[in-house]
């Protein structure tokens, strides 16, 4: 198993809903990532967990919120979005931080309205 | 900071031939990894071919080669005998030592049959 999976794959969701993005993976990698990508952008990273613990967090507004329950699953918890928030939403991991290839998931496009 | 530049926004090949994509990159840093991935329409970030600083052998993988220039912050992505599978956005990348990722603004390559 050699892949990272993210669902839902769409989510359109207001202004004032709460919602969660899932990410996980098999592999045994115990650093996971998010990265935020607008349209015909590359990817930004927004922030890494490396052994469940965060390990960066590139300025992301509070109203991302991520978590890591545990070492296959990598969540990031929204609410009170805004409009510009919408793009794709990338997971990846890696077998630790630093080293080897990177895993991205196919990610979910997240339109806020 | 580190950048990366990609200065060929979109290119086009025809099936079955050579196709180069360019690369450069800037830092300070001594010791990194340079990446190339692939994102096709399915928006995966699939990585094609990774190269770490301290060799100065070229990563060969499969039809996919890279020439590296290290002095000259070069990294160019080389396609042969190109498929139309390759068609896709494809992104140089920057790893630094705490890990983060820098990408290219990407190149979209069409192959056309």
Partial sequence: ?113 | AQTVTQSQPEMSVQEAETVTLSCTYDTSENNYYLFWYKQPPSRQMILVIRQEAYKQQNATENRFSVNFQKAAKSFSLKISDSQLGDTAMYFCAFRDNFNKFYFGSGTKLNVKP
């Fill in chain 1, 1 to 113: 198993d050699t892949e990272v999976t993210q669902t839902p794959k769409h989510l359109v969701m207001g202004m004032t809903n709460k919602k969660s993005l899932k990410c996980e993976q098999h592999m045994g990698h115990r650093a996971m990532y998010w990265y935020k990508q607008k349209a015909k952008k590359p990817p930004e990273l927004m922030f890494v967990y490396s052994y469940e613990k965060l390990s960066i967090n590139e300025s992301v507004p509070s109203r991302f919120s991520p978590e890591c329950p545990n070492s296959s699953l990598l969540n990031l918890h929204l609410h009170a979005l805004q409009p510009e928030d919408s793009a794709l939403y990338l997971c990846a991991s890696s077998q630790v931080l630093g080293e080897g290839r990177s895993f991205f998931g196919q990610g979910t496009r997240l339109t806020v309205v």
